[in-house]
C-alpha cells in the first residue's frame, strides 16, 4: 500500500509539478544585474529584491497551493457523496475540509500580512496576486 502511494506522489511531482516549475523559472527571477563586456549592467536595487520576494509568493500561493486546494475539494467532494449514510466518512469529509480551508485562509493572510509590509517598506511593484 506504501509503494502505491509513494509511486502516486511521484507520479503526480514528475507529470504535474516539474513542468510547472520549469515553465515558471524564466518568470521568478527579475532581471537585473546583467554583465556585458566584464561591465554589470542594471544593477540590482531593492525593488529588485522585492520583485524577487513578490513572484516567490506569488508563484507558491496562485500557482501551487490554489489547485491544490481545488483538488482537495474535489477529493472531499467525492468523499462526501460517495459516503452513502456512512457518518465516519462524512465526518472525515468536514474534517478535511475544515483543515484545507483554514490552510489557504492562513496562506491568503500571510500573502496579505507580506504584501503589506512591502508596501510599508517602500516596494514599487504590482502588489496584486499574479
Known sequence: MIKKISAFILSFVIIFLVPILV????????????????VIEN???????????NNVITFLLITMATPLFALI?????WLYLSAGGNT????????IFKN??????????????VKTILSTLGFKGPLYLG
Do not use: Q, R, S
Not at 544593477?43 to 520576494?53: K, P, R, S, V, Y
Not at 475539494?73 to 467532494?77: G, K, L, M, Q, T
Not at 465516519?88 to 474534517?95: F, H, M, R, S
Not at 484545507?100 to 500580512?113: K, R
Open 43 to 53: 544593477t540590482c536595487d531593492f525593488n529588485d529584491a522585492m520583485i524577487l520576494i
Open 100 to 113: 484545507a480551508l483554514f490552510g489557504y485562509v492562513i496562506a491568503l493572510a500571510a500573502w496579505l500580512i
Open 73 to 77: 475539494i474535489i477529493y472531499v467532494a
Open 88 to 95: 465516519e466518512n462524512v465526518g472525515k469529509a468536514k474534517k
Open 23 to 38: 515553465m515558471a523559472a524564466g518568470k521568478i527571477v527579475p532581471e537585473c544585474g546583467v554583465v556585458v563586456n566584464g
